[in-house]
């Protein structure tokens, strides 16, 4: 079972990253773009391609935050119906008791919101626990030199594998079966 939800905690953690990145790299990219032809599509020297990649690093920063919830919620729908390792993790309708073999993002907002609130639920009591040892180890000005967004990004990814295995016991609607 552990080996189950590895592979789908691997898939689902890559899927993730790879469409936020990419979702975040595509905005800022354009965006960056549009800058550079708003101010007249000056020559590009050296000056200018290190103007253009800080306006670039800058907003792909913020623009990874928001790819980040978007990557997150889209990636809940690909880890149904799959099988790994003999396991499937399926969905299924509120009131009855039948599988939904073609997932579409309105069958989800119920489960993921569970999911949501217990990735949540589990950052935030990681950020706790860090907080507590940086607390003991360093010094009160340095407490919170840990935090942030990469920081965020690997507590999400962690917590997101405590998360896939309490989902099926925290909704009635995600069941693991033998598949």
């Not at 990253?17 to 960056?32: D, E, G, Y």
């Not at 993002?105 to 507590?132: A, D, P």
Request: hydrophobic residues 60%.
């Amino acid at each position: 079972m552990f080996r189950f939800y590895f592979f789908l905690w691997l898939k689902w953690a890559l899927r993730v990253t790879l469409c936020s990145l990419f979702l975040a790299f595509l905005t800022s990219f354009m965006l960056t773009l549009f800058i550079y032809i708003q101010q007249g599509m000056v020559k590009l020297d050296s000056k200018v391609l290190d103007a253009l990649y800080d306006v670039e690093l800058f907003w792909f920063q913020l623009f990874w935050n928001v790819a980040f919830l978007i990557a997150l919620f889209r990636g809940v729908k690909y880890i149904f119906n799959h099988s790994i390792s003999g396991y499937v993790l399926h969905l299924f309708e509120c009131q009855t008791s039948q599988s939904i073999e073609f997932i579409g993002y309105g069958n989800l907002i119920k489960v993921w919101r569970k999911y949501f609130m217990l990735l949540i639920w589990l950052v935030v009591s990681f950020m706790i626990f860090t907080t507590f040892i940086y607390s003991l180890i360093y010094s009160k000005e340095m407490m919170f030199e840990w935090f942030s967004t990469v920081f965020i990004y690997i507590a999400t990814m962690i917590a997101g594998f405590l998360a896939l295995v309490l989902l099926p016991s925290r909704s009635k609607q995600v069941k693991v079966e033998r598949g």
